[in-house]
Structures are given as C-alpha cells and as structure tokens.
C-alpha cells in the first residue's frame, strides 16, 4: 500500500490519519499483530492532531485580524470614492489625484497575501499622512483612516505573536511532528500485507482491503 505522502498537506495527511485510525480500531489489534506498529502510529498522530489544531487556532485569530483590516480598507476607499461627484473642485481635484496613485496598487488589494498588503496598506498611509490629511477630514474620511491604521497596527501584532508562538512554543508543530508520523505511517502499511502472508488472519485482510479503498481516494 503506497500513499503519496509529499504531495499531502497537513491538512489532507490529518484526513487520511484520521480515516487509518477509524478502520484500525475497530479490529483486534493485538491479534492482528499491529500493536507495535500501531502504537508508534498512534502516537505520533496525536502529536500531530495536537499541533493541527494548535497552527489552526493560531491561524484562525490571524485570518480575523485580516478580516477586520480588509473592512477598514473598503470603507477607506469607498468613503473617497462616495465624495467623487461632490461639487467643490478643490476637493474633488484632490480626491482624483489621491484615488488614482490608490489605483495603481491595484484593485484587488484585500485579496492579496498578507504581506502583500501589509505593504501596500502601508504605502498609502504614509502617502495620506504626507500630502492628504486635510482632504481626509474635509470628505469625513479621517474616521476609516484612523480605523484603518489601527487594524492595520493589530494585524502586524497578532501575525507577529502568531509566528512567535509557532516558533517558541514547547509543543511540537504539526509540520516538525509530520517525518515521524510519516514514517510511523509507512511502516505501518508495508508491514501488515507482508504480515498477512504469514497468518492469513482475516481481521487483518478486512483492515488492508479497506485501507486500499481509503488509501486510493489520495
């Protein structure tokens, strides 16, 4: 039984332990002659699960925090563009001036990757604080501004708080963790067609016949 474990994410190798495990024990381990096998498995699914879940919640705090910056730049940008018919010609210059040096960034911003945007965002910040301060207060602009910076502030902590974790904490990582499981796992598999041939044991050819159908759907 072969599994093409480097083209698996973590998060397809995650399914794929979880199904191994669900067909597993639900046969007599130890008569089948899998206990050492499935130990050294078991443990290091559980190591891995711990780690998944661990990056998933992590991740889950960051992508919120993007959600949250990607609202204040839409109301950012759609707060100028909702003054671009307003008839003083002095403010309505400066808008289009503004508008189109936003533009060239790209109008597809909040879908770029969190780097990628952090940048950006950052770039017409600093290009609002250095010539159109005055414009966002005369168009009621400054409020999703200060919103904008302020998300823009809590995305770069909580991204960074994130990486930090991931890199200090004292629980493996599911990416760290995923070599042995691999290994566990290959092991595992090889073992029980070469073991069947031995004992014929029927519980063990049940196991490895829906292990092949599961095994076939990665």
Known sequence: MRVPFSKLNNKELYTLCQRIDEIIWRYPIDTMGLRLYYDEFKLAFEKYEIGVKQENESASIVAQADVERDDAYQGFEGNLKNYIFFPDQDIKSKLVELLGKISKFGSRVIYRKYQEETTIILS?????????????????????FNLLKEKQEKFEQIL?????????????????????????????LTFMPLHYKVTLNEDLDMVIRQLTVELEKF
Not at 124 to 144: A, C, P
Not at 169 to 181: C, F, G, H, I, W
């Open 124 to 144: 017409i910040v600093s290009m609002v604080e250095e010539g159109y301060m005055d414009l966002m207060q005369k168009t009621h602009t400054d409020v999703w």
């Open 160 to 188: 960074d708080e994130h990486t930090k974790a991931l890199s200090e904490n004292e629980l493996e990582s599911a990416t760290s963790v995923r070599p042995k499981l691999v290994i566990s796992m290959r092991n595992m």
